[in-house]
């Protein structure tokens, strides 16, 4: 395998390939992708790769350091994860769309420049889109076009960004920006609108839940951490970010307790997984970047695996609402287990990797300081365990009996959900020996310590009393068949709704003008056609002679006028 | 022609989730309990970067307290932005 490889490339070979073959063979190719990928990635080189001279700017469509490449293997490994766990769909669109969404991310964490950046920023938003409109339903399709005019939305104000912040400084490169930087707000814009900036998330959670089983996967695993790569590298150490970070962590909680859609759930769990990284890049300690990029590591981890399980019921009953499900874990043993294991992760239970990254944040609120955003984090953990731990398996897999019997889902979704599950294990257990040894900065940490581990189990398990009890007591909020209004409402109701009213009270006026315009312009018409109309005064043919005279008549009052 | 009967299951029986939830609350007391080794030393030594981190009670304390805080905000959040299922399906809707 040539080390000197373009570490996107397969992807996109890969994607065309997935267009022309079939059964096997595609499944074949699409499962070894990543692999391939994954073992050219072990003996490439670092430093910029590639370059090339366009217009005078010198573009690295490969640089390769620590950084890239911990999540050039991340997304190696989520891709063939998400890849096993859709090779039962013989849905073209979706294997194409999907390997091309891979390569997009893939292409997107290795790029030097800003401008290869920009390139890969819009493949991830115009392939994943495919992944929301495969599901072929009516919502699906309007989700999919509010969802594509946010991503492309993203991708102009980047664009915006990074021609202010070139033309100012005449780097391209991509390193640090800063929000100093000429341009650095609009860029961190584009960024935090694809990582779920508040009052910018709404795309997440409006198109993600409506997207195929196995496109949330492969949603779930690439844009938002692209842009958590991107902030990482340009923006560490941004202070706004601590807030924004902290911000994030906090609100999709309590809208997590009363949704009823699982996936939708899942997704405002991902804004809350998204906060804390965001708050750790803007901490910008090494300790806090480490925590951040292996939190992104382990995200993709059991926010796959949950979002798979959910998958997994979706498919197998054809719908994920928790006010319609309960009692699954009667006919679904193993997918439960597994969901199982994706909340225990994400709660942060300690053997469960959640626990050795998130905890790295937070450790780094505290040394840096920050004692109320600690706080802040410490009661979005609870409700991590809230809303994804609990709720996520109980309501699905529990509860109240739905009467549903369904079967397992196909082995290959099994399988995939069983590969994730070990290494949220595997992570957790020995973080020595997996994750940290991929971390691209330079600080030690020790998640087990015996306090660190009681209080953590401490918390957990008060918080799990909690939920239980009022459960038991009837406290517990029911699960409605109701949707939740969010920032999408505002261009789903209130813009339609303004322009419907303006439309109603400038309607009158525009034909009350209208009608003037034409009345006057009637007259005008008329008075025209009165004059030069066949029959008309001026239309009328006249002598030669009459011609003659009236040149006399002119020169005459010329030569007057001209003598006076 | 009859369905066979599905076999009941230990989760069926409600005494035994009213068994399982009293072991759960027993093993909270347990835990709960740890915190008096760590201020005696016995066990671990616990250590705290902030006083109210080192007092006795408040990760629990927090557990708790945090996720009622939580569920009874959500409820109040529900009274403003809960609408009918087919809220954004309406004739004439935009989307």
Known sequence: MPTDMPPFLPFLVAALLAAVTRGRLRSALMLATPIAGALALTGIGSGELLQIQVLGYTLTPVRVDELSLMFGYLFHLGAFIAVLYALHTDDTLQHVMAMAYAGGAVGAVFAGDLITFFLFWEVLSLSSVFLIWARRTPQAIAAGFRYLLLQIGSGVTLLAGLLVYVAATGEVAMNHIGLEAPGGWLIILALGLKCGFPMLHMWLTDAYPESTPTGAVFLCMFTTKCAIYALTRSFAGAEPLIYIGAFMTFFPIFFAVIENDLRRVLSYSMINQLGFMVCGIGLGSALALNGTVSHAFNDVLFKGLLFMSMGAVLTMTGTTKASELGGLYKTMPQTTALCIVGAASISAIPLFCGFVSKSMIMQAALDQGHTIIWFFLLFASVGVLEHAGIKIPFFAFFAHDSGRRPAEPPVNMRAAMAVAAALCIVIGVFPEATLYRLLPFDASYHPYDMTHVVTQVQLLMFGALAVFWMMRTGRYPTEERAVNLDFDWIYRRLLPAAIRGGERVLSPVWDGARKGVVAQFSGLVALLFRYHGPGGALARTWPTGSMAIWVAVLLAVFVVVYYL | ?95
């Open chain 2, 1 to 95: 022609m009859e369905t066979p009967r599905e076999p009941k299951r230990y989760l069926d029986n409600p005494e035994n989730v009213t068994r399982l939830w009293r072991r759960f609350v027993m093993a909270c007391a347990v835990v709960a309990a740890l915190d008096l080794f760590g201020l005696l030393g016995i066990v671990y030594h616990r250590h705290a970067s902030l006083f109210v981190e080192g007092l006795p009670g408040f990760y629990w304390g927090w557990g708790f307290v945090g996720i009622v805080f939580l569920v009874f905000g959500a409820i109040q959040l529900r009274r403003f932005v809960m609408r009918p299922e087919n809220y954004y399906e309406r004739p004439g809707d935009a989307d």
